[in-house]
């Protein structure tokens, strides 16, 4: 007598559901090959011809309407989107001209404070390193006072 280990029988239970698994496939796969048309109703497959009832006309006539009303709405959502899309751009394109016009303000008054501003080069190369370091440091210091009493 063969002894069963429990990993022999996990494997063996595993095989059976695999195939049990493999069968569901290949049943689920075909579902229409009795019913061609792949209808089904509440879970049961339709096998016969079904008529159009007076009841289901007027359904569908409901339907129908309801469906008008559901473009309608989604005229009227689509059209307020695109209204506000158009303000969302207009008030963008205002912002992006007021930008623009400050922006042309501030260039036109730096250039006009540019224009009236002078620079001068009058003290600045009168005196050269070499020939302060021969004058006398009383001079210097005198020098140095009178610059310092300009600022």
């Known amino acids: 007598m063969e002894k069963i280990s429990p990993l022999r029988a996990s ?3 595993f095989e059976q559901f695999k195939a049990q698994r493999a069968q569901k496939r290949q049943e689920q796969n075909n579902p229409n090959a009795t019913n061609p048309f792949g209808l089904t109703f509440k879970g049961s497959m339709i096998q016969m011809d079904v008529f159009e009832s007076q009841a289901s006309r007027a359904q569908k006539t409901e339907e129908r309407a309801s469906l008008n ?6 005229g009227k959502l689509a059209a307020s989107a695109w209204v506000s899309t158009i303000n969302r751009l ?20 730096t250039w006009d404070k540019l224009n009236k501003t002078e620079i001068t080069f009058q003290g600045l190369f009168k005196d050269s ?6 004058r006398p440091v009383v001079e210097l210091e005198t020098m140095l ?3 310092l009493q300009t600022i």
């Open 69 to 74: 009303d559901r473009f309608q709405k989604a």
């Open 90 to 109: 207009n008030s963008m394109k205002q912002s992006i001209i007021s930008f623009g016009n400050r922006m042309k303000e501030t260039t036109i008054n």
């Open 145 to 147: 006072n009178e610059e």
């Open 129 to 134: 390193v070499s020939s302060l370091q021969r």
């Open 11 to 13: 494997l063996k239970a």
